[in-house]
């Protein structure tokens, strides 16, 4: 399992420092939505330059105009890009299509999915890397739930979870064994996001 640092609802400078400060112990970058909406493709850029070796998500949440807005985010340098399940067919092609041809991925967001039916119709479109998200306001009313990885049961592709992720949530989640655990605020808002990293890797390989 990958631990991957969610950046977002931060300043340019505050991005920097917390993904410099937990570089040893995550292994996914991801420029948020919110962060890529301030500061654009110049922020991806500049992460790509500075972490050369960590591999780099950008959250663009891609929902129309696929080819173009995928090559935004590969052409900056991001190894990962994301497209919205909700999205049309057409787009979600569009951006699978670009994928492919640069030899980069994308990982469909299942925000919002409640049934594997749509995880198996992602699949047949070509789908190979799924994102399980409880969104930032749904965290308000609901907990992170195990039974949220009932959608993605017996469909052939990775999985991600992001969804108010913590260190005492994640010794239930690693058990379903998704490829990729998405932190967030557990991290960057805690007082010393260092030892929460080191401490979410470690438990990781335990």
């Known amino acids: 399992?990958?631990?991957q640092l969610a950046l977002d609802r931060l300043?340019?400078?505050?991005?920097?420092?917390?993904?410099?400060?937990?570089?040893?112990?995550i292994d996914i970058i991801e420029?948020?939505?919110g962060v890529i909406k301030e500061y654009g493709m110049a922020i991806v850029r500049e992460m790509n330059v500075q972490f050369p070796n960590h591999a780099l998500l950008a959250d663009m949440k891609i929902c129309d105009a696929g080819r173009h807005e995928a090559n935004q985010a590969f052409q900056a340098g991001a190894d990962f890009a994301t497209v919205m399940a909700f999205a049309p067919e057409?787009?979600?092609?569009?951006?699978?299509?670009?994928a492919k041809e640069q030899n980069k991925t994308m990982m469909i967001d299942l925000l919002g999915v409640e049934s594997s039916q749509k995880v198996h119709q992602l699949h047949s479109l070509g789908a190979t890397f799924v994102g399980v998200h409880l969104g930032k306001d749904q965290q308000k009313q609901q907990a992170f739930s195990a039974s949220q990885f009932d959608i993605v049961k017996n469909v052939d592709v990775q999985t991600a979870v992001a969804g108010g992720v913590t260190l005492e949530s994640l010794q239930t989640i690693k058990k379903h064994k998704p490829d990729v655990i998405i932190v967030g605020s557990s991290i960057t808002a805690a007082a010393n996001p260092a030892h929460v990293a080191k401490a979410?890797?470690?438990?990781l390989h335990v």
Request: aromatic share 6%.
């Open 1 to 3: 399992m990958k631990l």
């Open 200 to 203: 979410m890797k470690a438990l």
């Open 11 to 25: 300043t340019w400078d505050e991005c920097f420092a917390i993904a410099n400060e937990v570089r040893d112990d």
């Open 90 to 98: 057409a787009t979600i092609e569009e951006t699978l299509r670009v």
């Open 31 to 33: 420029v948020g939505t």
